[in-house]
Nanobody
Framework: VQLQASGGGSVQAGGSLRLSCAASGSIVSISSMGWYRQAPGMQRELVAT???????NYADSLKGRFILSRDSAKNTVFLQMNSLQVEDTAVYYC????????????WGEGTLVTVSS
């Protein structure tokens, strides 16, 4: 199983970016999908996650600006990021809990988002 993330880049404050992450390989089912981020010198933190049952959880500070969605048929999760701020600069990682030969957490390689003032 592999996760491939894309969509990062550089944007000015106030702009928008859309990240995507697609899982491939021997996948039976995916119980959760989500995004985390890690800013320079900081610990990795939750951005948002969603479960197969439709429950979506956001970091409190990001509610209203970031929107998580999924295309279950394509094993893909998206993160729409609006009104980006300099503080949103980080490497964004997708994570999925996937049932292949058992349930395991898989991480994408990370995609860099840089927001300039």
């Amino acid at each position: 199983v592999q996760l491939q993330a894309s969509g990062g880049g550089s944007v000015q404050a106030g702009g928008s970016l859309r990240l995507s992450c697609a899982a491939s390989g021997s996948i039976v089912s995916i119980s959760s999908m989500g995004w985390y981020r890690q800013a320079p010198g900081m610990q990795r933190e939750l951005v948002a996650t969603t479960t197969s049952g439709g429950y979506t959880n956001y970091a409190d500070s990001l509610k209203g600006r970031f929107i998580l969605s999924r295309d279950s048929a394509k094993n893909t999760v998206f993160l729409q990021m609006n009104s980006l701020q300099v503080e949103d600069t980080a490497v964004y990682y997708c994570k999925m809990r996937i049932y292949s030969r058992g349930y395991l957490d898989y991480w994408g390689e990370g995609t860099l988002v840089t927001v300039s003032s």
